[in-house]
């Protein structure tokens, strides 16, 4: 498989990039690899970089966005943190993937048995984590189908948060980055929301947003 390069990445629609991912997941899941040689890879993108997607997803050892999609060196831009949250650095930085570089699809991957979410939902404050799992509280309060037992061992409410605080990020990209918002408007790119099962593998896609409170 070739690196991407400004034509290939130019010639990209956003529903084609979002294909290649679905693409490389399946066969991430039937245990294929595309074929390509890294380290030619290396030396192709030495002088530039034309990846096709940007994903925001988390730091769990399990969650390695270029394996679990299949992708090689320059394919994509990853942007990992616990609990796949969005602040200020996480949206500059994808205005650079998307505005300056070109790519084509942010994708918002959650995961199942995720330990900021569990972390989270029982309510953990520890030194600056405290910060970072305090925006996850809204996923938490939009939960509205989860009556008794609203912590980390209950382990459908776990889930219910973790879909919940990827439909969230996807809001908060679009009303607090207008440079995205309007390359999604006018078709440039599109947002998607998506979940990998670390026990499958599987990552289930959303391109449907929730109506939500940020």
């Known amino acids: 498989m070739r690196t991407h390069s400004k034509e290939t990445q130019s010639g990209l629609t956003p529903q084609t990039a979002l294909q290649i991912l679905k693409e490389g997941n399946d066969r991430f899941i039937k245990n294929l690899k595309a074929n390509r040689n890294l380290l030619q890879q290396v030396n192709e993108t030495a002088t530039g970089q034309f990846p096709f997607a940007t994903i925001l997803s988390c730091i769990d050892s399990r969650t390695s966005a270029e394996l679990i999609f299949d992708q090689g060196l320059g394919d994509v831009f990853s942007i990992r943190i616990a609990g796949n949250i969005l602040n200020e650095d996480i949206l500059g930085s994808m205005e650079f993937a998307t505005k300056v570089v070109g790519t084509k699809v942010i994708l918002v ?70 440079i995205i918002a309007e390359m999604e408007q006018q078709g440039q790119i599109i947002i998607v929301g998506g979940l990998y099962n670390v026990e499958s593998g599987e990552v289930k896609f959303y391109t449907e947003t929730l109506d939500l409170e940020a």
């Open 109 to 178: 991957l959650g995961h199942t048995k995720c330990g900021a979410i569990v972390g989270a939902c029982n309510h953990v404050e520890m030194g600056n984590l405290t910060t970072l799992l305090n925006k996850i509280q809204p996923a938490i309060f939009n939960e509205k189908t989860t009556l008794e037992l609203r912590d980390g061992s209950n382990v459908s409410f776990v889930n219910n948060v973790t879909e919940i605080n990827v439909h969230l990020t996807i809001e908060r990209i679009r009303r607090e980055s207008p």
